[in-house]
């Protein structure tokens, strides 16, 4: 039986991003090649690796970080009522990070689109089968999108590039009349190709079905690239090791980008809580940008709570995830002015339940006029 191997564009996002990765998993797909094995790569692969290494593989994580200190520069710049003698001082520290931020974004960009990554992909193709596209892939493509069968891959541009990948898997071995193929099919992409019984993800009984019924051979699905055949055991465990940390990396990244958003939207407080408890672990990953976010963020729920209460500040868990959180702005010398703004927004009964923040903010030099609160304290009362 012969076997082939197929590797989704999902996985090599991680080859992309990391180079101890990707010499490790070139290195073992040439030994692959050259062994009992083929390397299927569709061109459609090709054109969905170049088209996301040039786009959102190396998405400007820092953008909403800039944006947010670039309002906080504008603000202090413009405005008089947190102004103090440290106010040009702060306003050269959050260009000092305005600076270190864009060079990020630019270093990320230069390396998933340098000669090197151009290099990784020419070595690829070298090593493997590529699969043109053609007529007859594309129109039994589209017969399997009228008749609704997997992979299930509709994108929001009406485009089926997952259903078009499979029947350039199929074409390739009924074309070329291979009987008994063994096809080992690596996706992270569950939600197309596969369904999920108890906690587990296996490809879609559909898909295998028909590779017996087309080639009279079998297909095995893996989700990381840990599981290439040949692989020994220590090999396994780097691989799985580099592949784990660019995910946390990526989870956390993913946090950071979307925490603000989900919060400002958070229709009550049991689902606050819910985001509370997921990203709390991640706090002290915050940055001053996603700080910043975070506070306007809970800040502006009232805008779109259907009741009359803030379905961020007034949850279960948030006094405990705000105080973790102003504890993380200290140690990164956060603007003391933003915790400010942030108390000054909330109503009589809020700023009672976060008075420890006001508290520590006043023991650390931050003044706070009885004029501009909403709870008092008899000795806020200057007569």
Not at 55 to 84: P, V, Y
Request: with cysteine.
């Amino acid at each position: 039986m012969k076997k082939y191997i197929f590797i989704d564009t999902n996985l090599y996002k991680s080859v992309f991003l990391n180079i101890e990765l990707r010499i490790k998993i070139l290195s073992k797909l040439k030994k692959l090649s050259e062994g009992n094995y083929e390397i299927l790569v569709p061109q459609q692969i090709l054109d969905e690796i170049n088209r996301n290494r040039y786009s959102h593989w190396f998405e400007k994580k820092n953008t909403n970080k800039i944006r947010s200190l670039n309002t906080l520069k504008e603000s202090l710049s413009t405005k008089n009522e947190f102004s103090s003698l440290n106010t040009p001082l702060l306003i050269k520290q959050i260009e000092k990070v305005i600076k270190k931020l864009e060079k990020e974004d630019f270093d990320s960009q230069k390396k998933i689109t340098s000669i090197k990554t151009n290099d990784f992909l020419k070595d690829l193709a070298a090593i493997s089968i590529i699969i043109p596209d053609s007529l007859e892939i594309l129109q039994a493509t589209q017969l399997r999108t009228i008749k609704g069968n997997p992979p299930f891959d509709k994108d929001a541009n009406e485009k089926n590039c997952d259903r078009y990948i499979w029947e350039s898997l199929l074409y390739f071995f009924l074309k070329n009349e291979i009987k008994k193929p063994s096809l080992l099919l690596f996706t992270m992409n569950y939600n197309d190709w596969c369904i999920a019984r108890d906690d587990k993800y296996y490809i879609h009984p559909f898909l295998v079905d028909e590779f017996k019924q087309k080639n009279i051979g079998n297909v095995k699905f893996f989700n990381d690239l840990s599981n290439l055949p040949e692989v020994s055991l220590k090999e396994q465990e780097e691989i799985k090791a580099v592949e784990n940390n660019i995910e946390e990396k990526q989870k956390i990244e993913n946090i950071k980008l979307k925490i603000a958003d989900k919060l400002r939207t958070s229709p009550s407080w049991g689902n606050s809580d819910k985001i509370f408890n997921f990203v709390m672990p991640y706090i002290d990953k915050f940055d001053s940008g996603v700080i910043s976010d975070i506070l306007q963020a809970s800040i502006d729920n009232s805008n779109y709570s259907f009741g009359p209460y803030n379905q961020v500040l007034d949850a279960s868990e948030a006094k405990n995830f705000f105080s973790k959180l102003y504890k993380r702005s200290k140690e990164i010398e956060f603007p003391a002015e933003q915790w400010k703004k942030f108390y000054l927004s909330m109503n009589s009964d809020e700023q009672k339940h976060y008075y420890s923040l006001r508290e520590d903010m006043e023991k650390n030099g931050m003044k706070f006029d009885f004029s501009e609160l909403n709870f008092l304290k008899p000795e806020d009362i200057p007569f």
